[in-house]
């Protein structure tokens, strides 16, 4: 029986976990995302086995297969994803097809990991993420950052109370991917009113590390204010080579008040100096403070720092060496190093029935709240209460 391997509705009943075989996967999308950091994660975990490998253009599919050994190759995903000897559904293809893809994945019955976002209004990602409860699939999101060895470690220290009682949150995701207006910006509509600002840093970069807030927090948002601005006016984009007055935002500020009381600001932007990924999540609390920055410098994907009332000079933390993927190290590069802890821990919950799904459509449904809530206050200029209405 595909993906539906059991039946498991959140808070009733139960998954069967897939054991005895390898867990089958097809993966939609063969392009730079897909083959830097999904393709080596699924490859990596022994309990994995690559089904087929999808893209619109064959070519990719099949050069795809041939590095990472998969059975099949297909140039439609309906093929894939209706098959019956496939468990989970991978979809790493551009943002405005994986609400399509991921809901005709999920229809089919299969368990989904699906690039965020899964779509850009909240109530669809809520719509998604209901009908896997109805049909007890599992779904996670590409989350990545969540996953790093180092963000692990601080998430295990806050639940162990390090930090005591939250009172600020920072978090920033920056690097200058698109500082050189001549560098081909993708998942662009070049027709796009150019006098309406289109959010664009806020959705690929805020998303992770407003996913994290709550994560380490503790407590969603219950009011955000924001800006957004666009620095470089032209860029030339890859769907028409031409140089196009694009305005979206490529740098964005937000505050948020959280419901249990404690206060944070997320910073993104795509055309800050520095380099990839460019995460920093700051907490502190009460008892101690953390931060912890993935930021690939010399060699290093990840540091992480904590100090106390007592000692109030950030020492640097080892990582424990349980928070690394079979083969990985402090010097791994993050796209694999990352990726490989999130591939793992899917399968940990597809093959251990453990009730269990973090990083889940769920998540994500928030997370796009709360970028949805942020584009209001931006357009309406003024604070805005969560939730938002359904
Ligand atoms: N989580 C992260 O840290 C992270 C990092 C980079 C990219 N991403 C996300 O990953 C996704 C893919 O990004 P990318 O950089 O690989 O883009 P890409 O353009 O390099 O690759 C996307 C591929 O999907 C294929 N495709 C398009 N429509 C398809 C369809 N209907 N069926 C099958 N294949 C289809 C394209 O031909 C292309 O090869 C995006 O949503 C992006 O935002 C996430």
Known sequence: MAGGDGERVEGGNIMMPIEG????????????WATMAHLPGWVRDPRCELVAICDVDRGLAEAAAETFGAGDVSEDYRAVVERDDVDVIDVCTPSHTHFELAMAALES????????????????????????????????????????????????????GFC?????????????QWLDPQTPL????????????????????????????????????????????????????RATGQM?????????????????????????????????PGIEVRLYGSKGA??????????IPETIKAATPDEVEFKELEVPERFYPTGGG???????????NLTKNFLDELTTGTTENQGSFDDGAWVQEVINAVEISVHERRWVEMPLPR
């Open 21 to 32: 075989r390898r867990v089958r996967v097809g993966v939609l999308g063969a392009g730079r």
């Open 109 to 160: 019955g299969k368990h989904v990991l699906c690039e965020k976002p899964v779509a850009f209004d909240f109530r669809d990602t809520l719509r998604a993420a209901d009908l896997a409860r109805s049909k007890g699939l599992k779904t996670k999101l590409g989350f990545t950052f969540r996953y790093s060895p180092a963000m692990l470690y601080m998430k295990e220290l806050v639940d162990q």
């Open 164 to 176: 005591g009682e939250p009172f600020i949150y920072n978090a920033y995701e920056q690097n200058s």
């Open 186 to 237: 993708r998942q662009v509509d070049p027709n796009a009113d150019p006098t309406r600002l289109q959010t664009s840093s806020l959705e690929g970069y805020g998303a992770p590390v407003i996913d994290l807030a709550r994560w380490m927090v503790g407590s969603g948002f219950s009011s955000v204010v924001g800006t957004m601005k666009n620095f470089v006016p032209e860029r030339v984009v």
């Open 244 to 276: 196009t007055r694009i305005n979206l935002d490529d740098g964005d500020i937000f505050l948020g008040e959280f419901a249990n009381g404690a206060i944070g600001s997320v910073q993104t932007s795509f055309v800050t100096v520095g380099n990839y």
């Open 290 to 299: 953390i931060i912890t920055r993935l930021v690939q410098e010399f060699g």
């Open 330 to 340: 402090p010097r791994e590069d993050w796209h694999t190093l990352f990726y490989a």
